[in-house]
């Protein structure tokens, strides 16, 4: 039986405040009207969302150190920062893909933040499942975190061999299948996923885009979540640090969209993470790495990523 320090009113509590800053995400990113997000009001909300998490983490701390003790204080907010920092790491990959199908589809920037609130809101149903699939797995199966840990392992390796290659979307399985079975308009119908004409309902381009936005969180998931279970397999600090992740992440898409590219060896470093998580999850058994140490070799891969993309350009292709 896995041990969780979060209570029937801890839980319950953080699903209302989940719910109610959704809420005003959806009204103040969002709106009724279709607008494009400033970089201004995406840095807004991106440091809400940190800081919320942040805030979180503290009242956490505070709470076990009051009824618990110092020591577990200390350990789970340092569980729910590692996490946190893998996760939010983690989701910065999600951008990619998501610009790359914005740009594919020639999605005009007001429309794209109705699909990113459809797609957030997916992810985090899809992660509420796999996290209590994962914990009951990892329950029921003490062995299935080895198993987590090769799948991470080959993952990250195979992120470092294909990191600048470029899916092309047109062999994409379920972008063909749904050309193949959907009546499907030519132009875009506003912020709308499905319109009628002649009395025959069509869905618009932009349900199209929708379906790969929330298969891309799919697959993400299948990912990170396994990578957490290297920090902690307490079911409230997987949830709680994996949501603050999510919930940040149409505010960061915004921030990040037009910067993409001065990032490019960020894939490179996240592939690292999936490698080192990945390992110790192996290594578990023979080994057990501190959760500080974990935090810190993850900052330092994911910073040292960053300032190196910021110092290096990134190869042109070449003219011909």
């Known amino acids: 039986m896995i041990e969780s320090v979060g209570n029937g009113w801890m839980w319950a509590g953080f699903i209302v405040f989940v719910l109610a800053m959704l809420a005003v995400d959806i009204f103040a990113l969002g709106g009724k009207n279709a607008h494009r997000v400033s970089v201004k009001e995406a840095l807004g909300w991106s440091i809400v969302w ?34 946190y920092l893998i996760e939010k790491s983690l989701s910065v ?102 319109t009628i004409r002649n009395g025959v309902r069509y869905v618009t381009p932009l349900f199209l885009v929708l379906i790969l936005i929330e298969a891309t969180d799919l697959v993400f998931a299948v990912d990170s979540i396994p990578a957490i279970f ?52 192996l290594a578990a058994y023979w080994f057990h790495l501190p959760v500080q140490y974990s935090l810190a070799i993850v900052g330092t891969i994911i910073f040292g990523s960053i300032v190196l993309s910021l110092k290096l350009s990134k190869p042109q292709p070449a003219q011909h």
């Open 230 to 281: 290297a920090i902690t397999t307490d079911p409230f600090i997987v949830f709680t640090s994996n949501i603050f992740a999510i919930m940040g992440l149409r505010a960061l898409y915004f921030l990040l969209a037009d910067m993409a590219d001065r990032f490019h060896l960020l894939k490179y470093g996240l592939a690292l993470v999936l490698i080192f998580v990945g390992g110790k999850m």
């Open 50 to 83: 940190v800081s919320l998490a942040l805030l979180f983490n503290a009242g956490l701390w505070w709470y076990l150190d009051v009824n618990v003790g110092r020591e577990v204080a200390n350990t789970k907010a340092l569980e729910f920062l590692s996490g």
């Open 93 to 194: 990959d999600n951008i990619f893909v998501f610009l790359m199908v914005f740009s594919y589809f020639a999605v005009p920037p007001e429309y794209q933040r109705r699909v990113l609130l459809y797609g957030i809101l997916g992810a985090l149903v899809m992660r509420a499942i796999m996290i209590l699939l994962g914990v009951w797995l990892v329950t029921q199966f003490s062995w299935v975190l080895y198993v987590f840990g090769a799948f991470l392992v080959i993952t990250g390796v195979k992120m470092l061999i294909f990191a600048d290659h470029e899916p092309d979307l047109e062999k994409n399985p379920i972008l063909r299948w749904l050309r193949g079975h959907l009546r499907i308009t030519k132009d875009y119908e506003g912020e709308r996923f499905f």
